[in-house]
């Protein structure tokens, strides 16, 4: 069964703080992925990475880094967190670009005061 | 553009009631297609999917869609609904290309009352 953890589970951030999401992934999967979920806009994709210490930007990059130090690993990173950041965040993980299931995390879910 | 067009936001039906739930694509290409479900407080778990073939795909729990390459259309279909199928749905396209990226559309919500 493919797994994909994330931590923390929920959130809560002051504006202008630093907020670090994490993502571990016991699949042995290339690509990993961040996707923003709100409510009237589904899920759209922050970050991906299809490669250790490599990072791409998705359709929402804006406000967000991204780092993958490990091929399980893989993290999004507000710098400065706002208001607007508020959402639940999903990390995935695939085997393939395309064709392949994307297995998603359970979400964190960030409140930006 | 790729685009997902799931045009029900919320659909309620009873229990052991058929069930369709509707979306449209738009896709230059040959599509990838996946029906994704979401339980409340839950990470997005894949329901089916299609490549090629034969374009009725069969997926967990009784679920199936149909590719309809005319109408640009990946409707999702279940004979009988139970409670339990309460949740949200996700129809999604691959982007294809180098990203491997889903497009979602917006979900459906369904609802099965007892």
């Known amino acids: 069964e493919a797994a994909v953890t994330q931590s923390p589970r929920s959130k809560v951030a002051v504006t202008g703080g630093k907020v670090t999401l994490s993502c571990h992934q016991t699949n042995n999967h290339d690509y990993m992925y961040w996707y923003r979920q709100d409510t009237g806009h589904g899920l759209r994709l922050i970050h991906y990475s299809y490669v250790a210490d490599s990072t791409e930007k998705g359709d929402i990059p804006d406000g967000y880094k991204a780092s993958r130090p490990s091929q399980e690993n893989f993290s999004l990173i507000l710098e400065l967190a706002s208001l607007s950041q508020t959402a639940v965040y999903f990390c995935?993980?695939?085997?393939?670009?395309?064709?392949?299931?994307?297995?998603f995390g359970p979400g964190t879910r960030l409140l930006v005061l | 553009a790729q685009s997902v067009t799931q045009p029900d936001a919320r659909v309620t039906v009873s229990e052991g009631a058929s069930l369709q739930l509707r979306c449209k694509y738009s896709y230059s290409g040959t599509p990838y297609l996946f029906w994704y479900v979401q339980y409340p407080r839950q990470g997005l778990q894949l329901l089916l999917k299609?490549?090629?073939?034969?374009?009725v795909v069969q997926g967990v729990n009784g679920f199936e869609a149909e590719f309809i390459k005319s109408n640009s259309s990946f409707h999702l279909r279940k004979a009988s609904v139970h409670w339990s199928d309460s949740a949200v749905y996700f129809c999604?396209?691959?982007?294809?290309?180098?990203?491997?990226?889903?497009?979602f559309g917006l979900g459906t919500t369904l609802q099965v009352q007892p």
């Open positions: 999604a396209v691959s982007a294809g290309g180098n990203t491997g990226k889903l497009i």
């Open positions: 995935a993980s695939s085997d393939n670009r395309g064709k392949d299931t994307q297995y």
């Open positions: 299609y490549y090629s073939g034969d374009p």
